[in-house]
């Protein structure tokens, strides 16, 4: 027979031990945070001033052709609003050289005078406002340069794991107290007791462990239930978190280590330019490919975090595949495989245009790199009673059936030994791009190629 805990004291006590530590626990999360994100705003304030200290040297040294080899511009660059918008969407820098306080090359936007490396809030008249790292630098009596850097790719992603991180601890931490509130009020002695040395095993092994549910009080199986549940989920974002980990080593371990050992290479061959200008070649090839990387996260953790819909339009979805589809015909004829188009003319739906042509190009980009050399690809679209079946395919050698449930996690690929390029992001993308328009993906089965169905909503 199951004795209650009458002492009121008690479940105050319990539940007000409970608050606290939820309060620390989040609050310490949340200064920690502010703490790490600030060291990293504060580095790149440190380097984006070295970096432009040593544009001014180089300046005084070699004159203003140098200055633009190293900022990557060329003579009479202009990038107008909606180029500079695109720009800082995607991480990159926008400069402005101006002589005698008239512009004459870079951005179009105005960019504030900050002679110290400052942090500010821009919107430029856009719907987006952007944290922008602001510098500029006279270079001599006539001309200064202005920069406007967003926030580094390590802020971000530093940002995210830190909030999901957190989200987890506070989860843990709030279920923790309303479990044993409800325990301290309803459950005997020993039955708490049974819980916490339960709960303390679960932690060895939260992965796997699991609260029992065979508690014959139906609030505390509701609350086995939720606890179980979030239990599930934390696992998954632990398995998420260590693939992640897992794939960041591998894809930027191989291409950096080849860099170092051109940088090697490039010691023991100066003064042989031909070799210097081949190693300066490759190694650019290693770091576009750890760039390619950083920027495929980025656009994942942006297409996932759903911002895209408020900007959602009205697309003619085969015009689109169309254009895109003749645009790659000749790339798949200079590789030798055939690319046949079908499609139904006006299929409409609401979408982000260029994530759409962004799924395509991936679908289109997986096939040229895992179907034959003379594969047959095809992409078709058929209307149904509100949607449209997009499919891409190929008579290819296919997906093993151990790798088909895993070909849209993150860093997954087939290819264990990593040995082509690539970074084991493309379809996940793809799924992301999919579930934001609500759209359904499936891997066919029992196909001789790789066939992929995608069911689109479609609007009258």
Known sequence: MIKYIKDSSLVFNAAKTSAVVTIFVVSAITITSL??????????????????????????????DSILEELDLEPHTMWDRKESLERLN???????????????LG?????????????????????????????????????????????????????????????????IAAVSHFILSIVAGGNSKQATRQIVERLSEIGQSPDTARLNLDNKMELHRDIIHATNEMLDQIAFLHGRAKTM?????????????????????????????????????????????????????VRLNSIESGK???????????????????????????SGRVLELSTVDDVYCFGDSDLLSQLICNLFENAL??????????????????????Q????????????????????????????KPGNGLGLSIVKAICDVHDAKLCLLSDQKGAVFNIEVPISN
């Open 35 to 64: 703490i790490v994100l600030s060291a990293i705003d504060a580095n790149q304030k440190i380097e984006l001033t070295e970096y432009l200290d040593e544009v001014k040297s180089r300046y005084e040294e070699e004159g203003l």
């Open 90 to 104: 995607e991480h990159d820098a926008i400069f402005a050289l101006f002589i005698d306080n008239e512009l004459a």
């Open 107 to 171: 951005t179009e936007l105005t960019l504030p005078i900050s002679p110290d490396a400052k942090w500010q809030t821009l919107d430029f008249d856009s719907n987006k406002s952007f944290k922008l790292l602001t510098l500029t630098v006279q270079l001599d009596e006539q001309q200064h340069l202005s920069i406007a850097q967003p926030i580094s790719y390590e802020h971000e992603f530093t940002s995210t794991i830190l909030v999901r991180f957190g989200l987890i601890l506070a989860s």
């Open 245 to 297: 980990s897992v794939g960041i080593a591998h894809d930027l371990k191989t291409p950096l280590s080849r860099v170092a050992n051109r940088l090697q290479s490039m010691r023991q061959d100066l003064g042989d330019n031909t070799a210097i200008d081949a190693h300066i070649t490759r190694a650019s090839e290693d770091l576009n490919a750890v760039i390619s990387t950083f920027n495929n996260l």
């Open 308 to 334: 895209h819909k408020s900007n959602f339009i009205q697309i003619n979805l085969s015009e689109l595949i169309t254009d895109l589809t003749l645009s790659y015909q000749p790339v798949f004829e200079d």
């Open 369 to 390: 790199e895992y179907s034959h050399s003379s594969a047959n690809v095809w992409i078709r679209l058929q209307s149904h009673t509100g949607s449209a079946l997009l």
């Open 392 to 419: 891409v395919g190929d008579d290819g050698p296919g997906i093993s059936l151990q790798d088909q449930p895993h070909i849209f996690e993150r860093f997954y690929r087939a290819d264990v030994s990593r040995s």
